[in-house]
């Protein structure tokens, strides 16, 4: 048997770029009902201003929320307002245009500014983080939508994240995203099913890479409290995680 050859990171990143072309596609024939005006507005916006950003991996930045919005087309979820947000989910946070000036509706900028994180100005990390994940709770479009948005973060953490980001992801998602999922699960019958598998996709992603970055399993009688997540929520390094003994074995 010969050597093994294995794909370079350029040809990964041009693979990755095509996939994006496809999907954008895909989403853009779901406009042709006529249905789809905010979708339609936000694809042709957010690829315009996310045109010169990649993630970290090194992949046109632009994947990720037409990942998100194909995400939620294929668990059935069609909704103009759902898919427009998660198009533009990151645009404000990432290229400074502001909330309203969106090329959307209201409902639809109203998701988005409640799935954009913002620091609280006289606030800590940890107040900031408790008042986003409120304001999530408060919208049926941003809960499913950091729901989905999580998924697709943790999938691809192990490439592009340090340790410590894995384990402040891990840990927000179980002490306060899981807990708004569980409730959506009943506010929105609609999406019940969708969140169903949202959270048990989570669950799955936390469990593994928990294992992968060494920590406690996430399982607890009685969740972190304040002390300890502001704690793991501050940790800006692997070695700042690793003062950190309450979550070793």
């Known amino acids: 048997m010969g050597e093994l050859e294995f794909k370079t990171q350029e040809q990964l990143i041009a693979e990755c770029a095509r996939e994006a072309e496809r999907m954008y596609t895909r989403l853009a024939g ?10 339609r507005s936000a694809l042709h916006f957010a690829r315009e201003k996310h045109k010169d950003q990649t993630r970290k991996s090194g992949e046109p930045y632009i994947i990720h929320p037409l990942t998100l919005a194909c995400y ?12 427009a947000m998660l198009i533009l989910h990151d645009v404000p946070e990432d290229t400074g245009v ?3 000036d969106l090329p959307v509706d209201d409902e639809t900028k109203n ?8 620091q609280m100005p006289s606030g800590s990390k940890l107040e900031s983080k408790k008042k986003y994940y409120q304001g999530l709770a408060e919208n049926k479009y941003a809960t499913i939508g950091k729901g989905l948005d999580r998924c697709n973060n943790l999938s691809t953490s192990a490439q592009a994240m340090s340790h410590a980001s894995i384990v402040k992801n891990c840990y927000e998602t179980v002490v306060y995203l899981d807990p708004i999922l569980k409730d959506a699960k009943y ?28 920590i406690h399993p996430l399982t607890f009688k009685t969740p972190p409290g304040d002390e300890l997540m502001a704690k793991i929520l501050s940790a800006k390094t692997d070695e700042d995680l690793r003062n950190i003994s309450e979550i070793f074995p």
């Open 98 to 100: 502001k909330v309203m």
């Open 187 to 214: 506010k929105y019958p609609k999406y019940s099913n969708q969140i169903y598998l949202i959270r048990d996709a989570l669950k799955a992603l936390v469990n593994t890479l928990s294992v992968t970055v060494g």
């Open 72 to 83: 939620a087309a294929a668990l059935g979820m069609n909704d103009d307002v759902l898919l």
């Open 111 to 118: 998701a988005v500014e409640c799935m954009t994180c913002r």
């Open 30 to 39: 779901l406009c042709s009902d006529g249905k789809h005006q905010n979708l």
